[in-house]
């Protein structure tokens, strides 16, 4: 291990746990650094399994260790949650820990995980924590995600399991973390409960009475001491508590049923504490994911069309009605959330630990969302399942437009809630709430580029529909499966789906006998056009468009869908060089759009370089026009660097469209020079020194340079230009042709060619 340094290691660990909360164990931290420290081969060093049953501590003495050690770790300290729903994407989000800049050049989960193999080999003095590791699928998926142990001897890790087989993990050592002893048990309920030493004297004998009964299981003495310091009581009255409520001796064995009686017992006696709605809540969180869960799906669920009163079943309204109006008074879901955290059911925080976004995040333990589960009956338990799947459904229906980052937040929320409906003997008198929860799924991965879970659950939604005939969930996953296949290039196959969506949207027109075009099909219709537009079909892009132009211009077409069709109007017509044209298109766009919105620059960059093209083609240039482009471009520059900083790729595409538009205007020249370079610095961090945005500044830097009559810097930024473009790009004849007059093959006004 490298010594220690005295900066602070990048780490994305959960907070310290508060000192009432971690007692003992002392044994168990020098066995684990021990076992961390072994060198016993190549295969099985560094790395250690803590194993226990569920409510033991395995993951707060595993959190104690790494704040306790943080210091012997200069390479970093990195968390992960194993399960299966999480595991590959956690592992990949450490790329934005160990390096942001770096990672935001990667858009794939796999690029992102070979970043961080490569990272965790090269680097020194780490510790990984992979947490809650219980399904042997989440074994398999640690092997096929971790480099050989090996190539990765310059850290230690930990992996927290229920599993006492783990020979599969390949540890150099497994520590079996045993229950509190009773004097553990009993100095955690007094630093819990505040008692002083005259009144842990008096209740000493009922004190251990307690702990004895509860077998020193860290999770029922932190819901015992939870309760006690509500109800300000005493120790016996608390024992009393639990036998009449839970009608079950708290004698036997810290494990099997006795063991789960007893968290039975101690989960029902704070359940019955919480207001109705509470409850509500608390039963719905017994089918997300246990870690991460974004709150905000509570307010902004029941506060959407999606869950208007005509779609709320009578078991849902009492909830509905107590967050009406909480996505936009966060009040209200936080004293719903009071009474749960309370009693320990969850811990709350304002920020994720794997993004670092701020918000309401919080975690449930796994056996409390067992007790909340097996206490259902059969009809309550589904219906619980189905409202979850309906508030899941109603957040993904909002696509990119609206919460994009809550929806990334859920992804594994909604594949833990379609876990549970697998297991159902049927699910056919809600398969519509099940498809849209589906579709609206796999439409968040195609966005986020994670393809093949996309592709997975669109063909589930498409096996739960194929018997329904032309159907809105139909024809909207015909689109979006179109789209995914849009995202991976495959031109045939998303042209064919989107053909296939837009008649499957014609028929339903037709069924609802509508005057005109829908906006749903118009979208469609404007999907293809943009297929059309990726493969330099510009002309029959432009049938589309016009086709469904009408249905846009219309009353029920939003603003952000009228802006986004003008903009895709406007990229068609600048394929086939109508730069005037589409600056009409672009400057349309950007009226639909607030200053606020992040796309409001990106159209009034657009209208601006649309502007400058047109003079361009036409070799004439009004100055006074020039001039406006220019003032729009420098709008756009300070509005990105508001919203999104000074180091965004956007803000090095606006650079080099003003530096365009500057070298058009007289003593300019230098001042280009400078947005350029600004492009350059930008564009080499977020893509690296290849790329063709790239490519485009060093082109237009070159062009310049050589109008400055500085021959030998321009030909050598058009050389490294050459580099950034794929073989037949149409930029490389340009460079050509620019590179051979500077060697005399040419003869022509340098003013003309340089144009």
Request: net charge neutral; hydrophobic share 35%.
């Amino acid at each position: 291990m490298l010594a220690v340094d005295s900066f602070e290691p990048v780490s994305n660990i959960p907070d310290p746990l508060p000192e009432d909360v971690f007692v003992g164990r002392q044994k168990e931290l020098c066995d684990l650094r021990a076992g961390l420290e072994r060198d016993r081969c190549l295969v099985l060093s560094h790395s250690v399994a803590i194993t226990a049953y569920g409510g033991t501590g395995k993951t707060s003495l595993a959190l104690q260790y790494a704040h306790s050690h943080k210091a012997a770790y200069p390479g970093g300290l990195f968390w992960v949650v194993a399960t299966a729903n999480r595991l590959t994407s956690d592992y990949a989000n450490l790329a934005s820990v160990i390096d942001p800049e770096s990672a935001t050049k990667l858009t794939k989960a796999e690029d992102k995980i070979m970043f961080v193999n490569r990272e965790l080999c090269r680097r020194e003095g780490w510790l990984l924590i992979l947490d809650n590791a219980d399904e042997e699928s989440a074994h398999n998926q640690l092997e096929k995600l971790l480099p050989a142990r090996h190539q990765i001897r310059g850290g230690h890790i930990i992996i927290t399991t229920r599993c006492s087989y783990v020979e599969g993990l390949k540890v150099a050592a497994k520590i079996e973390l045993p229950t509190l002893t009773e004097e553990e048990s009993i100095r955690f309920l007094v630093k819990r409960t505040g008692r002083d030493a005259d009144q842990i004297d008096s209740e000493a004998a009922v004190a251990q009475k307690m702990v004895r009964r509860f077998g020193g299981l860290p999770l029922l003495l932190e819901q015992a001491a939870s309760y006690m310091n509500k109800k300000r009581c005493s120790f016996e009255e608390y024992l009393k508590a639990v036998e009449i409520r839970g009608n079950f001796p708290l004698d036997g064995p810290s494990h099997g049923v006795d063991r789960c009686k007893r968290v039975e017992n101690t989960f029902i006696l704070n359940f019955d504490e919480m207001l109705p709605a509470s409850r509500d809540i608390f039963n719905i969180l017994g089918f997300c994911d246990p870690d991460e869960i974004p709150f905000e799906v509570f307010s902004v669920a029941w506060n959407s069309t999606s869950l208007s009163d005509e779609f709320v079943d009578g078991h849902e309204i009492q909830l509905k009605e107590a967050l009406k109006g909480a996505d936009v008074d966060r009040t209200k879901l936080l004293e719903l959330l009071e009474p749960i955290s309370r009693y320990s059911l969850v811990s709350l925080r304002g920020k994720s630990y794997a993004a670092k976004v701020n918000g309401l995040y919080g975690t449930i333990h796994r056996e409390v969302q067992r007790q909340a589960r097996e206490r259902m009956q059969k009809d309550k338990y589904q219906d619980v399942l189905y409202t979850l799947t309906k508030m899941l459904a109603a957040v993904f229906q909002y696509g990119e437009s609206r919460y994009p980052q809550l929806q990334k937040d859920l992804l594994p929320h909604a594949k833990s809630c379609l876990s549970f409906l697998e297991k159902l003997e049927s699910t056919s008198g809600h398969f519509y709430v099940v498809a849209q929860l589906l579709l609206g799924l796999g439409r968040c991965e195609s966005r986020l580029n994670l393809f093949e879970d996309a592709g997975e659950h669109f063909d589930k939604c498409n096996r739960l529909v194929i018997h329904q005939g032309p159907t809105e969930v139909t024809a909207n996953l015909y689109f979006e499966m179109g789209r995914l296949a849009r995202r991976q290039e495959d031109f045939g196959r998303a042209v064919a789906l989107l053909q296939n969506a837009y008649r499957t949207s014609v028929k339903l027109d037709r069924k609802r006998a509508t005057a005109s075009m829908s906006v749903a099909t118009a979208e469609i219709a404007e999907e293809l056009a943009n297929t059309f537009i990726d493969n330099k079909k510009f002309s029959e892009a432009i049938g589309w468009l016009s086709r469904c132009e009408e249905a846009f211009q219309g009353d029920t077409a939003s603003p952000y869908s009228k802006a986004h069709f003008y903009s895709t109007y406007g990229k068609a017509h600048a394929g086939l060089k109508a730069f005037g044209k589409a600056a009409l298109m672009y400057e349309k766009a950007k009226e639909l759009t607030q200053e606020e919105d992040y796309r409001f620059p990106i159209y009034n960059t657009c209208c601006a370089d649309m502007i400058a093209k047109k003079m361009e083609g036409n070799n004439t240039y009004d100055v006074t026009e020039l001039e406006k482009a220019r003032e729009m471009c420098e709008l756009s520059g300070r509005i990105i660097r508001d919203q999104s900083g000074t180091e965004h790729r956007y803000l090095a595409w606006n650079a080099g469209i003003l530096a365009g538009i500057l070298r058009h205007l007289p003593g300019q020249d230098d001042y280009a020079i400078t947005k350029l370079e600004e492009a350059e610095r930008i564009q080499r961090k977020a893509y690296g020194n290849k790329h063709e945005q790239l490519g485009n500044t060093l082109f237009e830097k070159g062009r310049i340079l050589l109008h400055q009559g500085k021959r030998e810097e321009g030909n050598q930024c058009l050389l490294q230009s050459q580099d950034m473009y794929r073989k037949g790009h149409p930029r490389l004849e340009q460079v050509a042709t620019l590179l051979l007059w500077e060697q005399g093959g040419l003869q022509k006004p340098l003013k003309q060619r340089l144009s």
